[in-house]
């Protein structure tokens, strides 16, 4: 396949993804929830790397450090619903929350390390 070709097509089944959770969000959260609470993006990677013929260690060791980088990203789901149901605003809840994230992520890093974790 012409690599040109390839990458379009990859851009646009990933945009896709992203189109039909933002789409069925509006007939039904919950759904929408269940959709992007999938993997999805990182099946995605898995199955363009190994359709780009990457070894099978390297969409391993992708698959260990994401697991490892979900965790503080749980800050964010816990915080954004919170900051808005007590009535700050969506793009104010959205910076604490996305701060609050990072720096769950940048604390998490050291540790990680200590510990024996790749990343």
Request: charged share 10%; aromatic share 12%; net charge positive.
């Amino acid at each position: 396949m012409n690599p040109m070709l390839y990458y379009v097509l990859k851009v646009i089944i990933s945009a896709l993804v992203i189109v039909a959770v933002s789409e069925v969000a509006k007939r039904s959260t919950g759904f929408a929830a269940l959709i992007a609470s999938l993997p999805l993006t990182s099946l995605l990677a898995f199955i363009w790397l190994h359709m780009e013929a990457s070894p099978s260690s390297q969409i391993a060791q992708l698959s260990s450090q994401i697991f490892w980088l979900v965790l503080p990203s749980l800050v964010f789901f816990l915080l954004l619903p919170l900051l808005l149901r007590y009535g700050m605003g969506f793009w104010l809840s959205l910076v604490f929350s996305s701060a609050a994230t990072a720096i769950c992520y940048l604390a998490l890093l050291p540790l990680l390390r200590r510990v024996g974790v790749e990343l």
